[in-house]
């Protein structure tokens, strides 16, 4: 085991920050998961028990340490099989151990809405995407959806329909449909601005707005000195929605013109790829810290004032590389003086160890997120 002092760890590239992972042993739970030099899994663990800087754990040091669940363990195991360690393969990952039930039954049903609603989401996605070229040809979404026609028959009259589209511009049928499902499946996790229901990152970056504008007034209306936490929570959140509003701004003017995918497939591809995926990268964590506080906030302030300092201590830092992307507006010298102070402020600030009844939150806390 490593410490990193705390004040030396702004992080140069989200890789280097790792992966938050849902964890439901108390003392892992949020601990962000990287590869070391040596392709080696390693956990960061801030605040470990309480002590001061950011500590550096390889997976089979912990057992020694802390007990770990059997959630964990199943959890551990399916992500050393994932070829590549993002939010999103490891949401995949969380959310098939989540639904064997080993945390609980509500955890489990969540698990498996959210899986349901992933897959209807990208068909949905991909009916967008196909109704958006079929208007080359003259046909509409609702053409596809006279009164009457089946599912089975929107399907078919889709496909002879993108044949259409498919020889108009002189490309085989097969790989405009490989291109469609290939875009549809990058775009599924954010969403399309024309399919009237958000995706999945999307709400979250809602809800990340509700969130902030709740805990900057519950900063101004606390009197104890997690106030001071709660406005570094307040100010984090603020810095990553700007970030985040500038990408969902630029990806939505891609989607605006989805035709791209004909003429332009590589650049457009590689435009998409990235926008979503430095959204999801700047949303993970996120939905653990904001169902955390949605369960509190109703509670007494005390419960509130302990819900607060532990989420102070799970919020996401923004990297070095993000910062330097330069959306409009955004200040990057002001982002780096909040969270520094957050961190010589935390150097003396014990979160404490959570109680028995710890994995059980966490548990609650997974079903809420799904």
């Not at 992307?325 to 150097?347: C, H, T, Y």
């Amino acid at each position: 085991m490593s410490q990193l002092i705390a004040e030396e760890f702004v992080p140069s590239t989200f890789a280097e920050r790792g992966v938050a992972v849902p964890f439901t042993t108390p003392l892992l739970s949020q601990a962000r998961l990287r590869l070391d030099r040596n392709e080696k899994f390693e956990f960061l663990l801030p605040n470990f028990t309480g002590g001061r800087g950011v500590y550096v754990m390889p997976w089979k040091s912990l057992p020694s340490v802390m007990t770990i669940t059997l959630h964990d363990r199943l959890l551990f195991e399916e992500i050393e099989a994932v070829p590549t360690h993002t939010p999103d393969t490891i949401r995949t990952a969380v959310l098939k151990v989540q639904a064997m039930g080993v945390a609980g039954p509500d955890a489990a049903a969540a698990a498996e809405k959210a899986m349901a609603e992933d897959s209807q989401y990208l068909v949905l996605t991909q009916f967008v995407l196909v109704t958006e070229l079929l208007k080359l040809v003259g046909i509409t979404a609702q053409d596809l959806m006279k009164p009457g026609t089946t599912a089975e028959q929107a399907v078919k009259l889709a496909r002879q329909s993108l044949g259409k589209v498919a020889a108009l511009v002189k490309i085989a049928p097969d790989d405009l449909s490989n291109r469609v499902e290939r875009l549809g499946t990058a775009l599924a996790p954010f969403g399309l601005p024309q399919a009237g229901q958000p995706g999945r990152l999307r709400t979250l970056l809602t809800r990340l707005e509700a969130f902030e504008s709740t805990v900057s007034h519950w900063a101004e209306t606390d009197v104890s000195d997690v106030a001071v936490l709660a406005r570094y929570v307040a100010e984090t959140a603020k810095f990553t929605l700007g970030l985040a509003r500038d990408r969902r701004a630029k990806l939505d003017t891609l989607c605006a013109q989805p035709k791209q995918v004909i003429h332009e497939e590589a650049r457009f591809m590689a435009a998409i790829g990235e926008h979503v995926g430095k959204l999801s990268w700047l949303m993970d964590g996120w939905d653990f810290i904001v169902a955390m506080w949605d369960q509190a906030r109703t509670k007494p302030l005390e419960t509130q004032q302990t819900a607060m300092s532990e989420i102070s201590r799970l919020v996401p830092i923004i990297p070095k590389e993000e910062t330097s992307w330069s959306a409009e507006g955004f200040d990057p010298e002001a982002l780096e003086k909040i969270q520094r102070r957050w961190v010589r402020m935390n150097e003396d600030w014990r979160t404490g160890a959570f109680d028995m009844e710890a994995t059980m939150r966490i548990e609650q806390i997974k079903a809420a997120v799904g």
